[in-house]
Structure formats: C-alpha cells, structure tokens
C-alpha cells in the first residue's frame, strides 16, 4: 500500500510598515483576494515587516479569520515580533490565531 500526501496550497502575504485605519481596508481585500483564490487551504501572513498595529489592523485580521473558517480554510500568521505580539496575547487573540516562528515552521503543519 502506498502512502500519498496531499500538501495544501499556501499563500504567503508580507504587509510592511503599519497597519492601521488609514490602510486596514486595503490590507483585509489583499487577504481575502489571496485566501479566496482557488486551491488555496492556508493563508499565511508574514509580520516580520509590520512596525505596528491597531484596532482597525486587528479587525482585519479578525475578518480575515472568520472569511477562512466559513471557507475551510485556515489563516495564520508567522515571523510576529514581540512588540506586535503582546498585542495579541493582550487582546487574547493569540488564542484565536496560530502563530508560526517563522515561514520555515509551515513544512512541519
């Protein structure tokens, strides 16, 4: 018997600088373009770049979040640094979202 693997498609998005009120819609119709994709199973978002974040930022990717689970798929984000972290662990949206190392942990999931 033969094992096959059946590797999801990935989509990767790299926002950089801010995400605030002033760009927050443009960054949720990024993503939701990118996870509406055909083929695509997992969303994922390189914060590696982004310098910081506010409420607005955080309903996108609330948005995001809730676009995903009804599709059956999932979003994740990686490379978070701290400063942008404790505001997901204060807001106790680190429950809510996987948050990867780095890109390099997507081969482990």
Partial sequence: MQAVLNYPKIAVISPQGCLNAANALEFERDMTTALAQNGISILVINLAAVESLDSAGLMAFLSVHKLA???GRSCRLCA???SIRIIF????????F????DEVDLTAT
């Fill in 80 to 82: 978070v640094a701290p």
């Fill in 98 to 101: 996987e948050i990867l190392d």
């Fill in 69 to 71: 689970l009804s599709l």
């Fill in 89 to 96: 662990e204060l807001t106790q949206l680190d429950r809510v």
